[in-house]
């Protein structure tokens, strides 16, 4: 990002907290996200991630410091889960109007934008993992969201997968200058775009760039002998164009792996 023009401060938290029925959740999280940036939440289950994104979203009060928002700010959400009824007929079509009225283009534009154009008379039941995922992100940016909150968005998505969505949360932030506000579903892996990492564990256990929280003591003294690995960095490298579904082949699944490659030729989404 441009280093001269500072760019635009999305939402702060200042030692925000919640307490609930006696019970500290989360507390002491100062946070900021601007316009760009990429935030990661990481930290174990329980830590106080989901509780710290609810904040951002504003689903929950904070009961300890303050949160503030740019004034008129739109907040896209893209769950870790939707509770939707899967015994009745549900086209991808319908899901993009539940919570919103939006024209006939409008959703084309949103499902071009993450490359599932192709999907949108397909029932929902019946997208992968992955499919559902880019659905949901189409879903939240509708709206075309100042502020993008992922919760967990890679979880359960096999590795070509995974390597898509990271390449397409990268696309989503480089074109809209959406702020990104991630939870990480793995301890050990960040995006490599990441910006910021904040390292929960009821508060904020340590924080930085990928590069800073990997080697810093308190990183390594709750988390880095799990694994042996540390934290890895996952990272894209660009040296030619993408299929919309990102085709990632001859990876390995081992976050050690920083690096993949793109077969070309196969997978092109139909539009
Ligand atoms: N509605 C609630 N009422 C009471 N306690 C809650 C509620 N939601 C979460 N908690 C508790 O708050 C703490 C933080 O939970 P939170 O969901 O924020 O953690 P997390 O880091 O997102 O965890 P995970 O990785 O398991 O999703 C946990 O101890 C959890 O049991």
Redesign the pocket.
Known sequence: MNAITPRETLITLAQAG?R??G?T??EGVDLTIARGEIVT?I????????????MVTGVLKPSMGTVARKPGLTVGYVP?KLTIDWTLPLTVDRLMTLTGRHGTNEIAAALDAVGASRLRHAAVQELSGGEFQRVLFARAMIRKPDLLVLD?PVQGVDFSGEAALYELIRRIRDTTQAGILM?S?DLHVVMAETDTVIC?N?HVCCRGTPNAVKTSPEYLRLFGDRSGTGLALYQHHHDHEHHDDGCVVGAEHGHEHAHHHHEHGEHHDAR
Do not use: F
């Open positions: 919640v609930n029925g019970r959740l989360v939440l930290g174990p289950n329980g830590s106080g991630k989901s509780t710290t994104a609810k870790q967990e939870i579903h929960l009821g």
